[in-house]
């Protein structure tokens, strides 16, 4: 495994992180999310990523479970607040009172008296940000969360965020964006904005929810128990990429990965981590095996003739408009 600091701080995460996304208590039962989190800690990760509304409350508890008895220091461990988590109309955005009642919550079923990164999930514009900043302060002062991040904000939140974290004297240090091959929205805006922030970027989604893997074959179904098959939300996540010129384009990754002696799902890793503002790719996975083989694009390099030869491919079919980048 290798490391990176995340952002300008002094945090150093793993360059892969797992992440437990549209898995841990929904589609894997929890002996196989745990198989998983420890294929993970054998690999080397260390960065362990979560969010409350993740299978509505549920992947934080399994996380918990399944990173008990790890020494907490050396993990980190990173959760977000947003989402709603309940029925009343406290329970959901950035106000301070869902900040602070869902940190405690996720403390609770994550095991730990602190989470090393706090992620506000989306940017909530019926608050006043600087209602949301103070109460992150606030957690950061508590000593509940080390850091504060935020997740899918585009530019302009990013860089009004950082000015008042820095009168704030608050460690804002990172974004938490989509981003591949084929979804390229945060480099012409977010990623200068949290340059000049000191922000870095982690990742979802690099592979494209299993695009970038290869498995999803032109003018064939869909793998049964696949993300395309899977009715509770995975399917209409992944529906706007399976179109079939994506698919072919894909297909025509496969030499590219070959020479590299790399499988496609790593081959899509590494392209991610070459970005010099990203700090981590969060992976997901339903098998330990996965884990293992993403895993091993940490400290793949590839040479600009090697990226010139993704663009020729697949490059004209990425989306790169940052609008894209908005709030729910």
Known sequence: MEFRRLGHSGLTISEIAYGNWLTHGSQVEEDQAQACVLAALDEGITTFDTADVYAGTRAESVLGRALSGVRRESIELFTKVYFPTGQGPNDRGLGRKH?????????????????????????????????????????????????????????????RASELARELRVPLISNQPQYSMLWRVIESQVIPASERA?????????????????????????????????????????????????????QRLKPI?????????????????????????????SRPEQVTD?????GVRLDQDVLDRIDEVIGHLAETDPRHTRTP
């Open 198 to 250: 000191g922000m870095g970027q982690i990742v979802w989604s690099p592979i494209a929810q299993g695009v970038l893997s290869g498995k999803y074959l032109p003018g064939q179904e869909a793998p049964s128990g696949s993300r395309a098959t899977d009715s509770s939300g995975g399917a209409d996540m992944i529906s706007r990429l399976m179109r079939e010129e994506v698919l072919e384009a894909v």
């Open 294 to 298: 993403n895993a091993r694009a940490a």
């Open 99 to 159: 900040i602070m009642e869902s940190c405690e919550a996720s403390l609770r079923r994550l095991q730990t008296d602190y989470v090393d990164l706090y992620q506000a999930h989306r940017f909530d514009a019926t608050v006043p940000l600087e209602e949301t900043m103070t109460a992150f302060a606030d957690l950061v002062r508590q000593g509940k969360a080390l850091y504060i991040g935020v997740s899918e904000w585009n530019a302009e939140q990013i860089t």
């Open 257 to 285: 990965a070959s020479d590299l002696g790399l499988s496609m799902a790593q081959l899509a890793v590494a392209w991610v981590l070459q970005n010099p503002n990203v700090s981590a790719a969060i992976i997901g996975a």
